[in-house]
C-alpha cells in the first residue's frame, strides 16, 4: 500500500473519487495507485503531486531511487526548503506542521520561546492534537545545568537563558499530566534545534555565539532512503534518552 499517497489524500481531505476526477481517470486507477502501489503515468503523477502539495518523489520514491541509487542524491531530495534564519520560516508553515500532524510531533530546544509565540495558543493546539491520539514529546533545556549556563554566556545572554527557560515551560504545565503527552529538561550541548512532525523537520542548526533565530533552518521531508531526517530524528533520540521528566514542577 502507498502509505504516503493515502496519508496526503487524508490531510488535504481528497476523496478517491475526487482524485480520479482531477486527473481524468477511473476511480479504480486511484485505488491500485494506493493499495497496489502502482505507480502512475508521468502526466498523472505530475497532477497528483501539484493537487496535494508535494513533490511527486515523495509519494513515489522509487522513482528517485530508479533515477540515482546514490544515498547522497536522495538525502538532498530530502530538503524541501531552505531559510537563511529560523525567524524566516513563515508562521502559516509551524501552523500547518502542528495541525496536520497525525502521529509524532517531538520538539527538542534549550528555551523554544518563540515556539509558543509563534504559536500563541500552543497548549491547546497541542491538546487537540493529543486527542487525535498524536505522541507529544517535549524536551527542553534544564534551566541550571552547566550547558544551559555556557549556552547562556556563548550568546552574551547575561544570565537570562534559565529564566527564559522556566517561562517557557509555563505554556506547557498544564500539559504534563496529559495522556499522550512527555516533557523532558535536558543538559545536553545542544548543536541543533529539533522540530519534528510525522515525515517532516524543521532542523535549527546551532552556531557559536549566534542565538538560534539567526540561524539557518532546513524543511525536510523523510524518503526512503535519505539519512538527513534519520540523522537528526536519531540525535533527539539520544538527546531524550538523557533527559529527565518534568512533571510540572517549579524548576
Not at 523537520?201 to 532512503?225: C, E, K, Q, T, Y
Request: charged share 25%; proline share 5%.
Amino acid at each position: 500500500m502507498n502509505e504516503r499517497l493515502r496519508t496526503a489524500m487524508v490531510r488535504r481531505g481528497l476523496a478517491v473519487a475526487q482524485l480520479a476526477e482531477t486527473c481524468a481517470v477511473d476511480p479504480k486507477s486511484v485505488e491500485r495507485w494506493i493499495s497496489l502501489g502502482r505507480i502512475p503515468h508521468r502526466r498523472h503523477r505530475w497532477t497528483v503531486a501539484h493537487k496535494l502539495g508535494v513533490d511527486e518523489t515523495y509519494l513515489w520514491p522509487d522513482l528517485l531511487l530508479a533515477a540515482n541509487s546514490s544515498a547522497p542524491q536522495t538525502a538532498r531530495s530530502e530538503i524541501l526548503e531552505t531559510y537563511p534564519d529560523r525567524a524566516s520560516v513563515p508562521r502559516e508553515v509551524w501552523l500547518r506542521l502542528l495541525s496536520e500532524a497525525l502521529e509524532h510531533i517531538d520538539v527538542l530546544v534549550f528555551s523554544g520561546t518563540f515556539y509558543a509565540q509563534t504559536q500563541p495558543r500552543i497548549a491547546r493546539m497541542l491538546t487537540e492534537r493529543l486527542a487525535a491520539g498524536v505522541h507529544v514529546r517535549l524536551c527542553f533545556g534544564e534551566p541550571n545545568s552547566r550547558a544551559v549556563a555556557i549556552r547562556d554566556s556563548e550568546e552574551g545572554l547575561g544570565g537570562t537563558l534559565g529564566a527564559k527557560i522556566r517561562a517557557s515551560l509555563v505554556y506547557y504545565r498544564e500539559l504534563a499530566a496529559a495522556d499522550g503527552c512527555e516533557i523532558r529538561l535536558h543538559g545536553t550541548t545542544l548543536y541543533a534545534s529539533v522540530f519534528r512532525y510525522d515525515d517532516e523537520m524543521i532542523f535549527n542548526p546551532h552556531v557559536w555565539g549566534a542565538p538560534a533565530s539567526l540561524n539557518p533552518a532546513f524543511h525536510l521531508r523523510r524518503l526512503d532512503g535519505g539519512t538527513l531526517f534519520h540523522h537528526y530524528s536519531t540525535s533527539f533520540e539520544r538527546v531524550w534518552e538523557t533527559a529527565q521528566p518534568w512533571l510540572g514542577e517549579t524548576v
